[in-house]
C-alpha cells in the first residue's frame, strides 16, 4: 500500500493571505512535528492551492485508532497558544476522518488534485471498483505518480475544544479520491472528466511541504 497505514485525516481550509506567512510557520515548525509525535502518525503533506487561499493537508495513519488515541485527543482538547491563536483563522474547514480503501504508487509529488464526493444510494461497491480500475490506469501514464481512495470513517469521541475554537462548523467529505503527479495539466483533465461524478467538488493544489515521524523539527 502506497499510504503508510490503513487510515488518513484528509482536510481542507481557507487561509486569509495576510495570515499566511505566520501559518505556515506555525504549520510546519510546530504543528507538523506536534502531530507526527503521536502514535499512529506516520507522515504529513501540505499542498497549497493554485489558485485561491485554500489548503489541503494529508495525515497518513498506521490506522484508524490514531485518531482516538489518548495522546492525540489530548492534543485536540489542550491546544498551544500558537495554535489557539492560528486556528480561528481556518476558514471552510472540511475535515475527514478516513479509512484507505485503495491505494497505489506515491503519496507525494508536485501536484494533487482531490475530488470530494458521495456516491449514488445503493452504487458504493460499484463506485469503488470503477474508481480502483482506474487508479490502475493511472499509476501507468507518464504523468501521474499515485492515486488514492479514502472513506470518511469518524471515531466515536466528544467535541473537541479545537473544533471550539473553529466555532464548531468544521464539514465533512464522504468520499475522497485524491491523485498526486508532476504535471498539473494531467491532473486538470482527470478533473474535467468527472471520474467521481458531476457533483465531485475538485481542487488542484502544489505541494508545500511534507514531513515523516521521526524527521527532525
Known amino acids: ?31 507538523f512535528p506536534e502531530r507526527l509525535a503521536l502514535p499512529g502518525f506516520r507522515r504529513a503533506s501540505r499542498w497549497a492551492a493554485t489558485q485561491g487561499p485554500g489548503f489541503f493537508i494529508l495525515y497518513e495513519l498506521v490506522d484508524a485508532g490514531a485518531l482516538s488515541s489518548p495522546e492525540y485527543l489530548a492534543r485536540l ?11 480561528p483563522h481556518h476558514a471552510n474547514m472540511v475535515r475527514s476522518q478516513c479509512v484507505v480503501l ?8 508536485r501536484h494533487a488534485l482531490t475530488l470530494r464526493f458521495t456516491p449514488p444510494a445503493g452504487e458504493e461497491q460499484a463506485t469503488r471498483e470503477k474508481l480502483r480500475a482506474l487508479i490502475d490506469e493511472l499509476v501507468a501514464h507518464p504523468s ?14 466528544a467535541p473537541t475544544e479545537e ?8 464539514s465533512a467529505a464522504d468520499w475522497i479520491f485524491i491523485v498526486l503527479g508532476w504535471e498539473s495539466a494531467s ?9 467521481a461524478g458531476a457533483d465531485a467538488v475538485a481542487g488542484l493544489y502544489q505541494l508545500s ?9
Open 1 to 31: 500500500m502506497a499510504l503508510q497505514g490503513q487510515a488518513a485525516l484528509a482536510m481542507w481550509w481557507d487561509m486569509a493571505p495576510e495570515m499566511r506567512r505566520e501559518f505556515e510557520h506555525w504549520h510546519s515548525h510546530e504543528h
Open 77 to 87: 482538547n489542550d491546544p498551544t497558544p500558537w495554535s489557539r491563536q492560528l486556528m
Open 102 to 109: 485503495e491505494s497505489r504508487g506515491g503519496a507525494v509529488a
Open 144 to 157: 501521474i505518480g499515485g492515486a488514492h481512495l479514502l472513506k470518511h470513517q469518524p471515531p466515536a469521541i
Open 163 to 170: 473544533q471550539r475554537i473553529r466555532n464548531n462548523a468544521d
Open 187 to 195: 491532473l486538470a483533465a482527470i478533473a474535467d472528466a468527472q471520474v
Open 209 to 217: 511541504l511534507s514531513m515523516a515521524a521521526g524527521d527532525p523539527a
